[in-house]
C-alpha cells in the first residue's frame, strides 16, 4: 500500500489536468489586460492641468508677436511638406499595386501615406489655433473652419 499511495501522489503532481493551465489563461488575460489599458491609453486626450488663455501663453513662453509669425510661416510649410509627401507615397502605392499587383506593397505604403497625413493634420491643427488666437481647439472646431 505505501508503495501504491507513493505512486498515486508522485503521478499526481506529473500528471496536470488543469487544461487552462496548459492554454496559458492567465497569461492570455494579463496580455489583453495591457493590451487594453495601452488602447485606452493612446486614445484618451490628455487634460490640461492648467488653462490659460492664448494671450497668458504667449507671456508664459515669452513669445512676441514677430515670433508668432515666424511660427505660422514654419508651420505653414511643414503642412505643404507633409501633405506633398502623403500624396507622392499614395501615388507611389497605388503604382506598386497596379504595376507589381502587390497588394502587401500598397498597404505598407498606405500605411506610410496615412502617417504623413497625420503629421500633416496636425501642423494644420496648430495653424488653426494660432489663426484664431485660441488654445484647446477641438475637432470639431478645426472641422467647422471656414
Known amino acids: 500500500m505505501g508503495i501504491i499511495s507513493g505512486v498515486r501522489r508522485a503521478g499526481s503532481s506529473i500528471f496536470n489536468f488543469k487544461v487552462t493551465r496548459w492554454f496559458g489563461k492567465d497569461f492570455i488575460f494579463d496580455s489583453l489586460r495591457t493590451v ?3 488602447f485606452l491609453g493612446i486614445f484618451t486626450p490628455e487634460q490640461a492641468e492648467v488653462q490659460e488663455t492664448y494671450e497668458q501663453a504667449l507671456i508664459r513662453l515669452g513669445l512676441s508677436e ?5 511660427r505660422q510661416q514654419e508651420f505653414t510649410k511643414l503642412f505643404i511638406f507633409y501633405l506633398t509627401i502623403s500624396a507622392m507615397l499614395f501615388a507611389y502605392s497605388l503604382f506598386i499595386v497596379v504595376t507589381y499587383h502587390n497588394i502587401g506593397g500598397f498597404f505598407m505604403g498606405f500605411s506610410i501615406t496615412l ?3 497625420t503629421q500633416a493634420f496636425r501642423y494644420h491643427f496648430w495653424l488653426f489655433q ?6 484647446g481647439c477641438s475637432f470639431r472646431e478645426w472641422l467647422m473652419d471656414k
Request: proline residues 0%; charged residues 25%.
Open 36 to 38: 487594453a489599458n495601452l
Open 66 to 70: 514677430s515670433d508668432i509669425q515666424q
Open 115 to 117: 502617417y504623413a497625413l
Open 130 to 135: 494660432i489663426r484664431n488666437k485660441k488654445l
